[in-house]
Structure formats: C-alpha cells, structure tokens
C-alpha cells in the first residue's frame, strides 16, 4: 500500500508498505476513506515532539471502514463505517477510567507518532473498541472526519472552560481547532462569543458562519489594546473564559491578560517553545489554567450532535487531494495556500 512517511529530519515522503495486519486481539484493521493533514503533523516535521519516531507512518485524523477486527473486538465487524480517535487509550487505567485518555498508562498518542498512522490506505488500530465510534447512516464520512481529532479538541477544550448560558468566551485563534472550539462552545449558549486572529480572513469566516459575535485582529496592536478592546466588549470585565487555540508568540500572555478574575483559562495550543507565566502580573487575579493535551474519548457525544445537524464542519474544507498527491497537499496546507483551512485527503 502507499503510504506517507517521515525521516525525523523533517521530510517526508509516499513509498510503499506491507499492509498492516491484526497483532493484538484488540486490534482493528480500518480502510481510510478519508484523512487529512494536522498542524501536529507539521509539529512533527519541525521536531517539536521529540517522541515522534522516524520512519512512521504520519496522520492521525480520519475516518473510515472496519476490514478486520480482532476477537477482542466485539461491538464493531467488517463492513462498519468508523471514525477514529486521535488517541489511542486502554479504558481500564487509573486515568482512562477517570476520562483523561491523553495521559492512558498504555497509550496516548501513539497514531502517526510512535506507530503507524493514517495517512496511508490501511491503519492498525490498537484498543479497537475504545477507539472506534460508528458512523450513523444519515452522516458522511466527511461529515464525521473531523469528529477524532479536531472536533475531539474543541468539545474537550470547550467543556474544560466551563462555558455557562450568557458567558463571554474568547478563543484566540481561528485555526481549524478555534473554530471547532467556538462551534462546541456555542452549544453551551455563551452570551457572546470573542474570536481573535492575525488572520482576516479566519475571523471573516468565523463572523459569517455565525461562530463569532465579535473579532478581533490583535495585529499591530500592543497586548494592552487587545485587552481593552475585550474589556469594552464584556462589562469591563474581561472574557468569562479564554480558550487559547493559537500557540503564537504572544498568545499565552494574551490569554491570562483577556480573562476576567477567576475566569478559567485552557490551553489547548500547543506551543513549540517554553511560556513566561509572570506570577507576580497576575497575582490576585485568581485565574485557573488549564493545559492542553486532548482526552479524545467524548466522540459519541459529537457524532450524535453531527447528526443532530447541531455540528457542521463543512466550512473547514478548503481542498481534496488523492493519497497520490499527499505531498502537494502538506505544501498547500503548510503555506494556507489561499487560504487553506484543512485539505481532504481522498483514496
Ligand atoms: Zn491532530
Ligand atoms: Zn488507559
């Protein structure tokens, strides 16, 4: 089969590989129907996850359909559509158990990063039934791409926020994840939701879906501007809670400095270089933070409200490219090529 690996110097490239095959009872083997190309993904070329292993198969986003399942595998049988979880988790652990998935004493992220990932034509997937979410008949595979990985993240990072019916939520950055995280957000009912990004185009879109009520382009301003504007948009307070979605260069100072007192802050950004968390600042401001690393196990939650047609990440779409042209694709979304939000990668 073809497949998309990486020399862990930061080049990749399509060769050849066995198809994976069942080695441990809880495994399935999944047909990718579709998959598609994370900012992580790009963190791993940039050596920014020293676990990463050279030579695996990169990609840990996609859907697609059951060939195998182990006979561990009871709830799932070739044949069955399937979205797939970023991570991979035991579900018996002492933190597995609690729902914390990312910190699983037998997994975590391991797809694409220390085994082999989706960016291939067949995937082992360990932990099968954990891992696995049916695909409902009346939802695309496109439809439920993001659900494992992106959609996992902004439902983690909007729940750890603690969103309430009338609260102002910031999201700093309108990525794929910020956006995700303002459509999970909404499901709450916040009074207003504040979308910042250098991007204008990001915020365009994040206003004209109806995921934003106010954006805000921090570019060319000081971090003093930002935070005034935010305070003249929520009582002088300052946001409820602030979903950092960006890991720019200033956007953890943004964070904490946009929160109101005793607002939540969540990190769900993952930064390529250490932050300053300047103590003295914020004394009395009584800020909790929260850091990132997703526990993706909330997908059948998200797959009922896609569904439900209360989530809709079509918008996130910005081009398709056959598995045979993934190269061109990593380029395009590398460079936001016009834009590019998030690029499909088809059989
Ligand atoms: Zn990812
Ligand atoms: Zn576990």
Redesign the pocket.
């Known amino acids: 089969m073809k497949a998309l690996v990486h020399d862990g110097y930061g080049t990749i490239a399509l060769v050849d590989r066995p198809r994976p095959r069942l080695v441990e009872p809880g495994d399935a083997i999944v047909r990718v129907t579709r998959s598609t190309i994370?900012?992580?993904?790009l963190h791993i070329l940039r050596g920014a996850v020293p676990r990463a292993l050279p030579d695996t198969v990169l990609g840990?986003?996609f859907v697609g359909v059951v060939e195998e399942a182990g006979l561990g595998v009871t709830s799932f049988s070739p044949g069955d559509r399937v979205a797939v979880s970023?991570e991979t988790f035991c579900g018996e652990c002492f933190f597995c158990r609690r729902g914390w998935v990312n910190n699983c004493e037998h997994g975590g992220w391991l797809l694409g990063c220390t085994i082999d990932g989706c960016q291939a034509e067949y995937v082992r997937v360990p932990y099968a039934e954990n891992a696995l979410t049916r695909i409902p008949d009346g939802v695309s595979d496109e439809d439920a791409l993001f659900v494992g990985?992106?959609l996992a993240t902004g439902w983690w990072g909007a729940r750890l926020a603690e969103v309430e019916p009338g609260s102002a939520v910031a999201v700093i950055g309108a990525g794929p994840v910020g956006l995700t995280t303002m459509m999970c957000a909404r499901l709450a009912g916040p009074g207003r939701v504040i979308a910042l990004d250098v991007d204008e185009s990001r915020l365009a879109l994040a206003r004209e879906r109806g995921l934003a009520d106010v954006v805000i382009n921090p570019a060319e301003k000081n971090l003093d501007e930002v935070e005034a504007i935010v305070r003249e948009v929520t009582s002088g307070r300052g946001a409820d809670a602030v979903i950092e979605a960006a890991g720019g260069e200033d956007t953890f100072e943004m964070a904490w400095r946009i929160a109101r007192p005793n607002a939540v802050v969540v990190l769900s950004a993952m930064y390529e270089r250490d932050q300053v968390l300047p103590l003295p600042q914020m004394y009395g401001k009584n800020l909790t933070f929260k850091t990132g690393g997703v526990d993706a196990c909330g997908l059948g939650e998200v797959m009922e409200l896609i569904a439900a047609g209360r989530l809709d990440t079509s918008l996130l779409i910005s081009r398709r490219y056959p598995l045979s042209d993934i190269l061109e694709a990593y380029r395009a979304f590398e460079a936001r090529e016009d834009g590019c939000l998030k690029v499909v990668i088809t059989p």
């Open positions: 994370c900012t992580s993904d840990h986003e970023c990985d992106i």
